[in-house]
């Protein structure tokens, strides 16, 4: 299947982007080719989540295959150093790996300063034997990168807009895996992590002015409250700008590995940590249950020869990827088992047919830890799931708070969790639910419905 025989691996992650804002997803706001073209050559799990809709939770997850609660639980919460990662399994099996961007998990309160400045330890860097990122930044035209350690560390502000300059470090490393491409085999696992589109919402010129204000299309869940829709249309504007700013760094990547041999040997994943409310609603940001911000786009690519069996669009609509099975999935994609303290699930087998089929579960489970107690978010507690025959349902402690069928009524305006006529269906989701805390370890009061 592959030219070499353990396959590459690249993550580009985005930051607040979600699932609908993406051309193949019928966005008319945004064009978006090159992501569009993963999908058309890869797998698009069009029902992916992220399961604690919340930047430094997701991070966590994603890199240990565990749940939030047993690991990053919150925001600016710290991931344990001695924690094993998704890099520690790929580096005791031969790979190269190197992390670019966004890491946001050394637990900095940016209360107490600018976490552009905070530098990462060595060991809280998760393994990655190279490492050039940040904790934070949100300021994309004044971004600093570091890495390093002892006489070889390093820190400097970045030239140009974030995910140009984060683009340009991805593509030095891919030239230099080229350059050794006939006298090193050493494979790889690479992640560029971008802030944007995160807020706030600006983008370069040649972008921002293809996109006013006034013309942006809204979802039809976004009220016309004067509180709401100016400013969900001044921040989309900025924010498709971005997107496509992105997407225009893909599509560099991809001529990159073009260029050094490198594009059948390597399973591009792209997927974002979170979505972005933009006032469907009336919310904004994250942390909510709402599908603007729990949906991601999630999506294995990577060119293969005609004869690869798995080449084609497959669009995958009724599986719960979550964001424990970053992880798991990825290691699936190069031959490599999962280790026992994973929790999540391998999907590989959508993307290489051979693989072994896992057993899937059911449902998602959704959870909001500890609070960000930011506005325009949820101040409580709460946990949730999303099912494979498409519906939805959350609860605070003791209460149930929403439930909805996601195939009638994807907006979500109908909450039938408190509707008598669909009582025994609320009774099956929270039941559902209180399975998924036991099963996870978890501590939550799920409400006594009979």
Same mark, same amino acid.
């Given at each position: 299947?592959?030219?070499?025989s353990?396959p590459?691996?690249?993550?580009?992650?985005?930051?607040?982007?979600?699932?609908?804002?993406?051309?193949?997803?019928?966005?008319?706001?945004?064009?978006?080719? @090159?992501? %569009?073209?993963?999908?058309?050559?890869?797998?698009?799990?069009?029902?992916?989540?992220?399961?604690?809709?919340l930047?430094?939770?997701?991070?966590?997850?994603?890199?240990?295959?565990?749940?939030?609660?047993?690991?990053?639980?919150?925001?600016?919460?710290?991931?344990?150093?001695?924690?094993?990662?998704?890099a520690?399994?790929?580096?005791?099996?031969?790979?190269?790996t190197?992390?670019?961007?966004?890491?946001?998990?050394?637990?900095? &309160?940016?209360?107490?300063?600018?976490?552009?400045?905070?530098? !990462? *330890?060595?060991?809280?860097?998760?393994?990655?034997?190279?490492?050039?990122?940040?904790?934070? @930044?949100?300021?994309?035209?004044?971004?600093?990168?570091?890495?390093?350690?002892?006489?070889?560390?390093?820190?400097?502000?970045?030239?140009?807009?974030?995910?140009?300059?984060?683009?340009?470090?991805?593509?030095?490393?891919?030239?230099?895996?080229g350059?050794?491409?006939?006298?090193?085999?050493?494979?790889?696992?690479? +992640?560029?992590? +971008? =802030?944007p589109?995160? %807020?706030?919402?600006?983008?370069?010129?040649?972008?921002?002015?293809?996109?006013?204000?006034?013309?942006?299309?809204?979802?039809?869940?976004?009220?016309?409250?004067?509180?709401?829709?100016?400013?969900?249309?001044? /921040?989309?504007?900025?924010?498709?700008?971005?997107?496509?700013?992105?997407?225009? @760094?893909?599509?560099?990547?991809?001529?990159?590995?073009?260029?050094?041999?490198?594009?059948?040997?390597?399973?591009?994943?792209?997927?974002?940590?979170?979505?972005?409310?933009?006032?469907s609603?009336?919310?904004?940001?994250?942390?909510?249950?709402f599908?603007e911000?729990?949906?991601?786009?999630?999506?294995?690519?990577?060119?293969k020869?005609?004869?690869?069996?798995?080449?084609?669009?497959?669009?995958?609509?009724?599986?719960?990827?979550?964001? !424990?099975?970053?992880?798991?999935?990825?290691?699936?994609?190069?031959?490599?088992?999962?280790?026992?303290?994973?929790?999540?699930?391998?999907?590989?087998?959508?993307?290489?047919? &051979? #693989?072994?089929? *896992?057993?899937? *579960?059911?449902?998602?489970?959704? =959870?909001? +830890?500890?609070?960000?107690?930011?506005?325009?978010?949820? /101040?409580?507690?709460?946990?949730?799931?999303?099912? &494979?025959?498409?519906?939805?349902?959350?609860?605070?402690?003791?209460?149930?708070?929403?439930?909805?069928?996601?195939?009638?009524?994807?907006?979500?305006?109908?909450?039938?969790?408190?509707?008598?006529?669909?009582?025994?269906?609320?009774?099956?989701? #929270? @039941?559902?639910?209180? =399975?998924?805390?036991? &099963?996870?370890?978890?501590?939550?009061?799920? *409400?006594?419905?009979?």
């Amino acid at each position: 299947m592959f030219m070499s025989s353990k396959p590459n691996v690249i993550w580009i992650v985005s930051d607040q982007h979600r699932a609908q804002a993406l051309g193949i997803s019928g966005d008319p706001n945004v064009f978006t080719p @090159n992501i %569009d073209r993963l999908s058309s050559t890869g797998v698009n799990f069009t029902h992916a989540v992220a399961g604690f809709p919340l930047c430094c939770p997701f991070r966590g997850s994603m890199l240990t295959g565990l749940y939030p609660h047993k690991c990053v639980p919150g925001h600016e919460y710290k991931l344990d150093p001695k924690q094993k990662t998704v890099a520690n399994v790929f580096n005791d099996n031969g790979y190269d790996t190197c992390y670019i961007g966004k890491w946001h998990l050394d637990g900095f &309160k940016e209360r107490t300063g600018r976490a552009a400045y905070h530098i !990462v *330890p060595p060991d809280s860097r998760g393994g990655f034997k190279h490492w050039t990122g940040f904790e934070n @930044n949100n300021s994309q035209w004044d971004s600093y990168v570091h890495g390093g350690e002892g006489d070889n560390a390093f820190h400097y502000r970045l030239d140009g807009y974030e995910t140009d300059a984060l683009t340009d470090l991805m593509i030095d490393y891919i030239n230099e895996k080229g350059s050794v491409l006939q006298t090193d085999s050493e494979p790889f696992f690479a +992640v560029l992590s +971008v =802030q944007p589109p995160h %807020d706030p919402y600006v983008a370069p010129e040649e972008y921002m002015k293809r996109h006013n204000p006034g013309t942006v299309s809204l979802r039809p869940n976004v009220p016309d409250v004067a509180s709401v829709m100016p400013r969900a249309r001044r /921040d989309l504007a900025g924010y498709y700008a971005m997107i496509e700013n992105l997407d225009h @760094n893909i599509g560099r990547i991809i001529t990159a590995l073009t260029q050094n041999g490198l594009l059948f040997d390597t399973h591009i994943m792209f997927f974002s940590d979170h979505g972005d409310m933009h006032g469907s609603h009336g919310h904004f940001r994250k942390t909510a249950p709402f599908e603007e911000a729990i949906r991601i786009p999630f999506i294995i690519s990577g060119e293969k020869p005609m004869s690869y069996e798995g080449r084609g669009c497959r669009m995958v609509p009724d599986v719960p990827v979550n964001h !424990v099975d970053i992880a798991p999935t990825t290691l699936g994609l190069c031959g490599i088992a999962k280790p026992q303290w994973m929790e999540g699930v391998d999907y590989s087998t959508y993307r290489l047919p &051979k #693989n072994a089929k *896992p057993e899937e *579960p059911d449902s998602a489970y959704l =959870q909001s +830890v500890v609070p960000t107690g930011h506005g325009y978010s949820i /101040d409580k507690p709460w946990r949730g799931i999303v099912t &494979k025959d498409g519906y939805k349902y959350a609860c605070f402690e003791n209460m149930p708070w929403l439930m909805f069928n996601l195939k009638d009524d994807p907006y979500e305006f109908v909450n039938l969790a408190h509707n008598i006529a669909y009582h025994h269906k609320l009774v099956e989701l #929270n @039941n559902k639910l209180k =399975q998924w805390v036991e &099963k996870t370890g978890d501590s939550f009061a799920v *409400p006594d419905i009979i």
